[in-house]
């Protein structure tokens, strides 16, 4: 048998957030992954009983304690969900988040459980926040947000034996990841082809850089409509998630060549921006260029002429990320581990070339 790796010495723990041996020492040292350890420590039934006996003995020699709130959370004793409050800003329209928070307090409450607010104003800063959370309070698991690639806080997470969902699914392919997410593709395609059934055959799209794979995502649900429909696909701009940006982006493919006659955009915030540009312009939104946004912010309905937006079924993604922090606060498997939720196009004057039907309220499609 060969020789087994050194026991972690004070060089070698890295940086271990509780001062001692961490998991990840104990899977070192064993040569096991961070989950193998975890799951001899709390679902021993899904590791071979050889492995198992191997990690306990480890746990044992390099005397391993897990989190204390780790060990609070199996026990169900604080029902504490801790979510992270992002920072306002003042050029976005959508409240997403906040509207989030709102639904993910009452699917809480509703189930018994309580939530509590992080802060971090900087993401480097987040799982700094998280650490001091489980150092002082008996907080019993973390619901994240904004999942990107390679994304260090399901590292930390799963490392400190902490249960957690995040809204937003693994851009990694992480099938053992609980997560629950909005289709923006498929909404994207909804919303460009609710303008192409108004006649439109230049669709252009104003999205998100390619480096956010949300806005990669997006711009897929465009681009793939368009071709499907034999329509052109190279009429795009690719910016931040600001006012001006959508602004300015609107005016250089209205400037263009053959220029659009609707612009797709990934959210409300570049809408606006949008709409401003066909303002300046004496353009109308709806008759002269159609114009849909992203996440149905309260001033998608309030502006004139009302924004056609896609609208997030938060209330959904709130319950089923109880449900599955509640199945693994009972050490279960999540009933549904990945969630997969279309959003609902609602239609208003911004992408019609006439009037809304009759009452003149707004008209909401599903993908």
């Known amino acids: 048998m060969p020789d087994q790796p050194a026991a972690p010495g004070p060089s070698s723990r890295g940086p271990a957030p509780h001062g001692h041996v961490t998991l990840s020492d104990v899977a070192r040292y064993v040569g096991v992954s961070a989950q193998s350890v975890s799951n001899a420590l709390n679902n021993p039934q899904r590791v071979a009983p050889e492995t198992r006996d191997r990690i306990l003995a480890a746990v044992r ?72 959370l489980l150092h002082t309070t008996s907080v019993d698991a973390f619901i994240l947000t904004s999942t990107h690639r390679d994304d260090d806080r399901v590292g930390a997470l799963r490392e400190w034996g902490v249960p957690f969902a995040t809204f937003g699914r693994s851009w990694d392919g992480d099938d053992e990841l609980a997560w629950v997410d909005v289709d923006g593709r498929a909404g994207i395609a909804a919303a460009t082809g609710h303008v192409a059934a108004q006649g439109h055959t230049r669709i252009g799209f104003v999205g998100w850089p390619l480096s956010s794979e949300v806005g990669r995502d997006r711009r897929t649900g465009w681009q ?59 353009l109308r939104a709806g008759p002269d260029i159609a114009v849909t946004g992203f996440d149905n912010s309260p001033a998608a309905a309030l502006t004139t002429p009302g924004l056609t937006s896609l609208r997030q079924p938060l209330e959904q993604v709130a319950q089923d990320l109880v449900t599955a922090v509640e199945d693994l606060l009972g050490d279960a498997s999540p009933r549904r581990r990945h969630t997969l939720l279309d959003p609902e196009l609602v239609v208003r004057e911004s992408s019609l070339r006439g009037p809304l039907p009759v009452g003149g309220h707004p008209q909401k499609e599903n993908p």
């Open 61 to 132: 020699d390099l005397d391993y304690r897990p989190n204390r709130s780790a060990r609070a959370l199996r026990n169900q004793s604080s029902r504490l969900i801790a979510v992270k409050v992002e920072p306002s800003r003042d050029d976005r329209a959508a409240l997403l988040l906040d509207q989030f928070l709102h639904a993910l307090a009452e699917s809480a409450a509703g189930a018994g459980c309580h939530l509590i607010l992080c802060q971090a104003d900087d993401p480097a800063d987040e799982i700094k926040a998280y650490r001091e």
């Open 224 to 282: 793939e409509t368009c071709e499907s429909l034999g329509l052109d696909a190279g009429r795009h701009a690719e910016v931040v998630d600001d006012f001006d940006q959508g602004r300015r982006a609107a005016h250089a493919l209205l400037d263009a060549p053959d220029a659009a006659t609707a612009l797709v955009c990934s959210s409300d915030t570049l809408a606006l921006g949008v709409l401003r540009a066909l303002s300046e312009r004496g």
